[in-house]
């Protein structure tokens, strides 16, 4: 995780189909199958599958799915057909490529901070592969064919996670949503949808891909993340100045929260944790912020199981949760 003071990481991600296969393979078994083997096949014949490990869903465990999902490795839609979905993951360099989503192939990378370029060029990397082995879908007018129309073009998305806690508290969310909608862009709720995204973290991406290169996607992207985050230290520049009493009293109430509670629930984790992730980024916590962003990872429910080898639900969880929180921040004070 980077130390960027907005944003936490950079994904890129490219839908492409193959011409001779339905768009939809969910409900045709034999055509999925064909998506996976032609996909790892044609990665291995080019000789850049170095990495990379095949996984089928249906072979995996719930917890397993779920943490993938968590760590973005996996798409969510991805475990709607566990029985013919399949990934391609070269889990060091967080490039993954999905087969049998919504459409044939999800070619992914994420990169941390702001570094969609790399992202991208990861992204294309695996894409030029297996274009010189196999065909796909592709107009001369329209350019990649997907299943969904907003994807057909350069097939491409690419988004940025941000953490925007002043500009949410001090309800300028309609502000950047015109700012966002202006040049084509969307904003929402990653963890949690609507005006009070859970963390105050939002991503935001391309909302189409027709007509538009992928360079131009990549700098509009680019250009509002940059926006964004200076209305938003501003915001933390102003606050200082004028409201830093009611600031500090925020960041510190969480901070003891998170230190001391024996019982602490998904949503209020997130709460408590971006108050201390802003506390961090303007200095009033001595907390490095790529742990406070590695434990954001850590604390979701499968991610959680799996770290503690349990199948702890509920309640139980929540204890389990307060734990490795109180453990990663055990040795963070603040000075009066």
């Not at 200082?240 to 925020?250: N, P, V």
């Amino acid at each position: 995780m980077s130390g960027n003071p907005t944003i936490l990481s950079s994904r890129v991600r490219l839908a492409r189909n193959y011409q001779d296969l339905p768009f939809d393979v969910a409900g045709k078994p034999d055509c999925a199958a064909m998506c996976v083997a032609r996909t790892a096949g044609a990665l291995k014949l080019s000789g850049n599958d170095e990495g990379f490990e095949l996984l089928h869903l249906k072979d995996m465990g719930d917890v397993q799915r779920a943490s993938l999902a968590e760590c973005h490795l996996i798409s969510r839609d991805l475990m709607r057909n566990p029985d013919v979905a399949a990934v391609l993951l070269n889990q060091q360099d967080a490039v993954s490529v999905m087969m049998n989503e919504e459409d044939h192939l999800r070619i992914q990378a994420i990169r941390d901070g702001m570094a969609l370029q790399e992202a991208a060029d990861a992204c294309f990397r695996v894409d030029d592969a297996l274009s010189r082995q196999v065909s796909f879908a592709f107009d001369e007018q329209l350019g990649y064919l997907t299943a969904c129309p907003t994807n057909t073009g350069t097939g491409m998305r690419a988004s940025l996670l941000i953490h925007l806690p002043m500009l949410t508290l001090l309800k300028q969310k309609g502000s950047v949503g015109q700012i966002v909608a202006k040049v084509g862009l969307t904003i929402r709720g990653v963890y949690g949808e609507g005006a009070e995204a859970l963390g105050n973290l939002y991503q935001v991406s391309n909302q189409v891909t027709l007509g538009r290169t992928e360079q131009e996607l990549i700098s509009a992207v680019t250009a509002v993340g940059h926006q964004l985050t200076d209305m938003e230290l501003a915001l933390r520049d102003k606050t200082l100045s004028t409201g830093r009493s009611a600031l500090e009293d925020t960041v510190y109430r969480g901070l003891g929260l998170m230190k001391y509670a024996r019982c602490m629930p998904l949503e209020e984790f997130f709460r408590h944790w971006s108050g201390v992730r802003l506390g961090a980024a303007m200095g009033l916590v001595p907390a490095s912020l790529s742990a406070l962003d590695a434990l954001l990872i850590q604390v979701q429910p499968a991610n959680l199981q799996a770290m503690t080898e349990s199948a702890a639900t509920g309640h139980a969880l929540d204890e389990k949760r307060a734990q490795c929180v109180r453990a990663a921040l055990a040795g963070i004070d603040v000075k009066d």
